[in-house]
């Protein structure tokens, strides 16, 4: 396939790629090191040890470790447990892990250039608060209870829906929550535009929560550039205290 550096599919499948030829080109170097001659006439690798960051199918494992045996890397052999890899050529996989790695970086690099500029996100605090940018949205009034629920609005991740029942179950440990899920919007301190911005929808049984906007964001939902700037202009400044963070923006 030809390469195209603007195609977000063939990125993926070359970030898979390098994850796999790392995890490969890693457990070699260890059979080889003089302080721990394993040998290399056969190299067993757990399959689990493949199941990393964004790789996450078995289908995708099996698939990339036969493209790097077709540029005659070496056999493989899927066991039970292991990947058993024989005939290991150390020179061409290390010219093919330098290759993949310069191509998974000239993706990388040029999405990272295309990739829109984030305007606003929010993060939460232990102390109950919720930072906007720079800003108090909410200064210490959550509550234990309504600060993990925001926690877990942006763990969740982006754009991702989320129903009261999921929120019972995985935050509240099956209670009922009391108060309706747009209510509890208002109280996070989202209203207005900045709810517009942040809850493109928002019910009594599921509400859609988007973190790290930016202007495509703010077009898609019809939100009031002007006034959503206004509405955090009125906000006060966060005075930094590292030991309520409570985790960063996802």
């Known amino acids: 396939m030809r390469l195209n550096f603007n195609d977000n599919a063939q990125r993926r499948e070359w970030e898979k790629k390098w994850e796999i030829i790392k995890i490969i080109s890693a457990e070699f170097s260890t059979a080889v090191n003089p302080q721990k001659p394993t040998g290399t006439e056969e190299l067993a690798i757990p ?4 199941f990393i960051g964004i790789v996450k199918d078995i289908f995708d494992i ?4 036969n493209y790097f045996k ?16 024989s005939n290991i050529d150390g020179n061409t996989l290390e010219t093919i892990y330098k290759q993949t790695e310069q191509t998974n970086k000239k993706f990388s690099n040029i999405y990272q250039n295309k990739k829109p500029e984030v305007l606003y996100w ?16 909410i200064k210490g009034k959550l509550g234990l209870t309504n600060t993990d629920i925001f926690q877990y609005l942006i763990d969740t991740g982006k754009g991702k829906r989320i129903k ?7 935050v509240l440990q099956g209670e009922k929550l009391k108060r309706e899920l747009h209510t509890l919007i208002n109280d996070f301190g989202f209203k207005n535009e900045l709810k517009k911005a942040f809850f493109p929808r928002a019910t009594n049984d599921l509400i859609v929560f988007i973190n790290n906007l930016n202007k495509e964001d703010l077009k898609k939902h019809l939100v009031n550039t002007d006034k959503l700037a206004d509405e955090i202009k009125k906000l006060k400044i966060y005075r930094e205290n590292s030991n309520k963070l409570r985790v960063a923006t996802s």
């Not at 077709?70 to 890899?85: A, D, I, M, P, T």
């Not at 009261?164 to 995985?170: A, F, Q, T």
């Open 47 to 50: 399959i689990k040890k493949f």
């Open 62 to 65: 099996e698939k990339n470790i």
């Open 70 to 85: 077709s540029q005659e890397c070496f056999n493989f052999l899927k066991g039970e447990l292991n990947f058993v890899f």
């Open 122 to 137: 929010v993060s939460c605090h232990l102390d109950g608060s919720i930072i906007l940018n720079d800003k108090y949205l």
């Open 164 to 170: 009261r029942d999921e929120i019972e179950k995985n």
